[in-house]
């Protein structure tokens, strides 16, 4: 997909719904790397700042020639360092391919403060859902 | 040892193992997704988390670190679920979410500066 073609607001293209939906507008998307910011402020705990990584994972995956539908799963995290356990205010996430593999698509993600302050950091590995052993 | 999270928690030396709320699966489900809920992976390896602090000694403790967590299989919120933790090392803890006897997600979590 085309930057100029996407939509600027995440929830059209991922099935999350309120609450669990944490992105909001796409805020820059460029081929293998996209950055959209939450689509709430408040309150995080660590948890929800990861799903938030997740689901932008999910969704840069997706835009991938090729890439899953809105079906897509986790099928792994790794090195998740959580730098901010908890975290006041609006947030941004980044995402990154970095590797392809047969079905599955490994994401460096990144989660910021408002202010550019490092929240939390993880791989994220997207796989089709058609995958059976994969999750969540 | 009821928590918010944790129906029950039995702790023996270094392993625990404690069964999630019903009512607290199903909240984590809500918004994921209408229809087709299932739990989502971070929410997931909180669940894992929360016990893993537990066992280390520090509840209410975010691990400064989740190595790696593998999931297998969805994990649908109306079954019943059972977390292990074992202390592999100081500050490491190794866990695993059932269904019955099946291994859903595994995960191996750091606490740094833990008792």
């Known amino acids: ?136 | 040892m009821p928590t918010r999270t944790f129906a029950t928690v039995a702790i023996a030396r270094d392993t625990a193992r404690a069964w999630v709320h019903p009512r607290r699966a199903a909240e984590l489900c809500a918004g994921h997704f209408p229809g087709d809920p299932f739990l989502p992976a971070a929410a997931l390896v909180g669940i894992m988390a929360e016990l893993g602090a537990i066992l280390v000694g520090s509840p209410g403790r975010a691990p400064a670190v989740v190595e790696r967590a593998l999931f297998h299989r969805p994990v649908r919120p109306h079954e019943q679920l059972e977390v292990i933790g074992e202390r592999a090392e100081m500050h490491t803890v190794a866990t695993e979410l059932r269904v019955g006897s099946e291994r859903r997600v595994q995960a191996l979590l750091r606490f740094d500066g833990c008792p």
């Open chain 1, 1 to 136: 997909m085309n930057p100029g073609d996407l939509p600027g607001d995440a929830a059209t293209l991922l099935r999350h719904r309120p609450p669990a939906l944490l992105l909001g507008t796409i805020v820059r998307f460029e081929d293998t790397a996209i950055v959209c910011a939450s689509c709430r402020a408040g309150r995080w705990e660590w948890p929800a700042l990861l799903e938030g990584a997740a689901q932008t994972a999910g969704l840069l995956a997706g835009l991938q020639p090729g890439g899953p539908d809105n079906r897509a799963v986790i099928a792994e995290l790794r090195d998740v360092r959580i730098v901010a356990p908890v975290h006041d205010g609006s947030v941004m996430f980044h995402a990154a391919v970095e590797r392809r593999l047969a079905g599955f698509w490994r994401c460096q993600t990144v989660v910021q403060s408002e202010h550019g302050s490092r929240l939390l950091e993880a791989r994220v590995t997207v796989a089709r859902s058609a995958r059976p052993s994969a999750c969540a």
